[in-house]
């Protein structure tokens, strides 16, 4: 059913190897049986979400339509949901999740591009802790609902919270590791913005980006520990409402990464985790 799909990043076996651990976290929380079946409907949509957020950025970058019917209009991002329907109908899952989607992007979208605008513009931790949750947040919490809908499960709110907080948790760490590269773009980043609040420890930041210094954990312990330290206070307040230890291993992975000096020496594309 996805032999004949072009985009690359189906190949990717992050996807795979991520979902799985959605899919026992959402066991472990729930305690329910979830269908095999479930997997690959969880990585159609990480795929397409991924694409949709490429050509929602080379929408915005070349000043194009940003409304969401436009960016789904795009080959790359319309042939992903036409695949990600196609395999829902197969299960009778189509009207019930698609719908879902749809109703979460009336709902959200419109709110999401207003928050992209003000955080590009403005380095303000507040107002890119509420783009996060707009988009990474939203965007596992939309997964724990694919596969209680896929599964035909009832709500479980601590379930659903769970991976909330798994989004936003993965997003503060990956934005540690991204800051140098979303900095040099112009992209809001929380870490960024958050140090930015901090007067003396921007100062020393900009100083060691204008001299190109490798900004890893380290640097931060050494240069600006409390910027780093009400980082982490912030990061940990998401990862502890994360109980499921299925849900955790992937943000424990990502956070022992930020302390292995390979992860800093090679470029590493952001996970599945963070969503964006």
């Known amino acids: 059913m996805t032999a004949h799909l072009r985009s690359p990043e189906l190949r990717r076996a992050a996807h795979d190897m991520y979902c799985e651990m959605f899919l026992k976290g959402y066991r472990q929380s729930t305690a329910l049986p979830v269908e095999r079946s479930t997997g690959l409907a969880l990585v159609l949509f990480v795929v397409f979400i991924s694409t949709f957020d490429v050509e929602f ?3 915005r970058q070349r000043r194009g ?12 991002v319309a042939e992903l949901w036409t695949a990600l329907t196609e395999y829902l109908r197969a299960f009778r899952r189509d009207d019930e999740i698609i719908g879902h989607l749809q109703s979460t992007f009336a709902a959200h979208y419109e709110d999401y591009r207003r928050y992209v605008t003000h955080a590009v513009a403005h380095t303000d931790f507040g107002a890119t802790l509420k783009l996060v949750r707009h988009d990474s947040g939203l965007t596992l ?4 609902e694919i596969i209680r809908r896929f599964n035909g499960h009832r709500p479980d709110q601590d379930c659903a919270e769970q991976f909330f907080a ?9 934005d540690m590791r991204d800051m140098v590269d979303d900095v040099s773009a112009g992209e809001p980043n929380l870490l960024y913005s958050l140090t930015a609040s901090n007067e003396r420890d921007l100062g020393v930041l900009q100083g060691a980006l204008r001299q190109g210094q490798p ?3 380290w640097w931060w312990q050494e240069h600006c520990p409390d ?9 940990s307040g998401y990862y502890d409402r994360v109980t499921a230890a299925e849900l955790r291993l992937p943000l ?3 956070l022992s990464l930020l302390y292995s000096p390979r992860y800093w020496r090679k470029p590493i594309r952001r996970s ?4 964006q």
Do not use: Q
């Open 57 to 59: 950025e080379r929408a």
């Open 65 to 76: 339509p940003l409304g969401y019917p436009s960016i789904l209009d795009t080959p790359p």
């Open 141 to 144: 919490r939309t997964i724990y």
């Open 166 to 174: 798994l989004g936003m948790a993965g997003k503060f760490l990956d």
């Open 215 to 217: 900004i890893t954990t």
């Open 227 to 235: 910027s780093l330290s009400e980082y982490f206070r912030h990061a």
């Open 252 to 254: 424990d992975t990502l």
């Open 272 to 275: 599945p985790v963070s969503a």
